[in-house]
């Protein structure tokens, strides 16, 4: 079975364009969630969506945004990209909301932002 | 003061040498704790819960202490393998799978 799949795996940008990060879960899988890990940093959490709505919102700015689809994929925008959002973006599923149910992790999409 | 601290190392040992790291939470609420491992440029990946009794998986051992709030990872026997980045995990909320992650102790075994 295929695991957490992101897209695109690498990109540049320049400062106060916008990006739309892509992630399909584990089959099965109904929640996904975002991170952001900045290099020497643990990741940080941005959003959190179960069964297509939001469950979760981490300490970003409004411009950062995401959603779920029907199939369960998602999405996560980034409007008006600053030097610091340079980071690896993490795409997890999980079964369920349950506190035990194991996070599991895409490979990320390392963005650049020049 | 942040949530989840830890010891960021790096930490080099020999081959066979025995390495503990510690982790500290804030939230004394907090009832659910992993360890992860990240490879260089590699997603995380879980490592091992971690239970109040304390668990144990081959060469790693990791216990919890909640009256303290730390968690440790005692790591035996150290392969070259076992180089990497080792996140302390808590989960920040019961109703969502929020996963509140340290900064991340580096290991490097050396031959």
């Known amino acids: 079975d295929a695991g957490v799949t992101q897209s695109p795996t690498h990109l540049i940008k320049t400062r106060g364009q916008h990006v739309t990060l892509r992630c399909s879960p584990i089959?099965?899988?109904?929640?996904v969630s975002w991170y952001q890990q900045v290099l020497g940093q643990g990741p940080q959490f941005i959003f959190q969506?179960?069964?297509?709505?939001?469950?979760g919102r981490g300490n970003f700015p409004d411009r950062f945004s995401a959603r779920q689809f029907p199939n369960y994929s998602s999405e996560l925008n980034v409007n008006a990209l600053l030097l610091g959002d340079s980071a690896l973006y993490l795409c997890?599923?999980?079964?369920?909301?349950?506190?035990?149910?194991?996070?599991?992790f895409g490979n990320g999409t390392r963005l650049t932002v020049t | 003061r942040k949530e989840v601290e830890q010891d960021p190392g790096p930490f080099n040992v020999p081959e066979g040498a025995t390495v503990a790291f510690n982790c500290t939470y804030s939230?004394?609420?907090?009832?659910?704790f992993f360890w992860y491992r990240q490879d260089c440029r590699k997603e995380p990946k879980l490592l091992m819960s971690v239970y109040s009794s304390g668990n144990e998986d081959g060469r790693f051992t990791a216990q919890l202490n909640r009256a303290s709030q730390y968690i440790s990872l005692l790591i035996r026997d150290s392969k070259l393998s076992d180089s990497a980045t080792y996140l302390c995990?808590?989960?920040?909320?019961?109703?969502?799978?929020?996963?509140?992650f340290g900064q991340g102790t580096t290991l490097q075994v050396k031959p």
């Open positions: 089959s099965g899988h109904k929640s």
């Open positions: 997890a599923s999980s079964f369920s909301l349950a506190e035990g149910s194991p996070l599991h």
């Open positions: 969506y179960y069964e297509k709505e939001e469950r």
């Open positions: 939230n004394s609420a907090s009832q659910s």
């Open positions: 995990v808590v989960v920040g909320s019961s109703n969502t799978g929020k996963l509140i």
